[in-house]
């Protein structure tokens, strides 16, 4: 796989020896490539990403995967708060309002390329491959409704919900049920608190349900019916299930 390394971004610092296991997905929401590459490779911005891919499908490798570069923020996933130090970013050239506003078939097939490559490579998790939108819920929506995750189940990079058998899912309700869980907003806050999703403030404050709802939603939109809540609370069930028995 060939990678532009003429542009390299000083955004970055030491991951502390720390094993990298997730990759987290974003768009940029700037105009274009350079004026991405000249942010995320700007002193003043703080922000940095190790790859950014471009609507024709070009690769720019801006920081080494070895250093921790800042694509995260304010971030959570299985009690991990520092995401950065374990993960890979990688930045679209994809903005929902401008002109860029296509994930171009040359785009995301070298996503999947790349994805594919940093998967062996570091031995990552088909359910490790993240949106920044999964692990800042509250804060985030890149890389937003639109961003073709079919593609990578498609390409086996990510697991496929969906596929979960029937019979998984009733022993992980009745787990709940064996436990005098009944509620199904209790259920449904607890599923994904395992699956990863920061939920620490979400018992408390009611407006954060909807948004970790309205967060997750957006991420699997591409699954039947997802307007209505009973499905949610189906797919979230098939989710855990498929969770706890993948590796
Ligand atoms: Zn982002």
């Not at 860029?100 to 594919?116: A, G, Q, T, V, Y």
């Not at 869980?181 to 620490?200: C, E, Q, V």
């Amino acid at each position: 796989m060939k990678y532009i390394t003429k542009y390299k971004s000083t955004n970055y610092n030491s991951r502390k020896n720390s094993k990298i296991n997730l990759i987290i997905i974003h768009y940029t929401a700037l105009k274009n490539t350079m004026d991405a590459i000249s942010h995320l490779c700007s002193k003043e911005k703080k922000v940095s990403s190790h790859y950014l891919i471009s609507q024709s499908g070009i690769v720019y490798y801006l920081v080494d995967d070895k250093y921790r570069a800042w694509h995260a923020g304010k971030a959570f996933w299985q009690d991990i708060v520092d995401i950065n130090s374990v993960s890979i970013g990688i930045e679209l050239d994809y903005n929902p309002d401008g002109k860029n506003n296509k994930f171009s078939f040359k785009m995301i097939s070298s996503l999947k390329k790349l994805i594919f490559k940093l998967k062996k490579k570091y031995k990552i998790s088909k359910k490790n491959i993240l949106a920044h939108s999964d692990i800042a819920p509250f804060r985030k929506k890149d890389p937003g409704k639109y961003f073709p995750w079919k593609a990578l189940y498609s390409s086996k990079l990510i697991t496929n919900i969906e596929q979960t058998k029937n019979g998984d899912v009733k022993i992980i309700e009745n787990w709940f049920h064996n436990h005098n869980i009944f509620s199904k907003k209790k259920i449904i806050i607890l599923a994904l608190s395992l699956i990863g999703y920061d939920t620490r403030q979400v018992y408390k404050k009611p407006k954060l349900y909807s948004e970790l709802l309205k967060a997750y939603k957006s991420r699997y939109i591409y699954y039947k019916n997802m307007s209505k809540n009973k499905e949610v609370y189906i797919i979230i069930m098939r989710h855990l299930a498929n969770f706890l028995l993948t590796k």
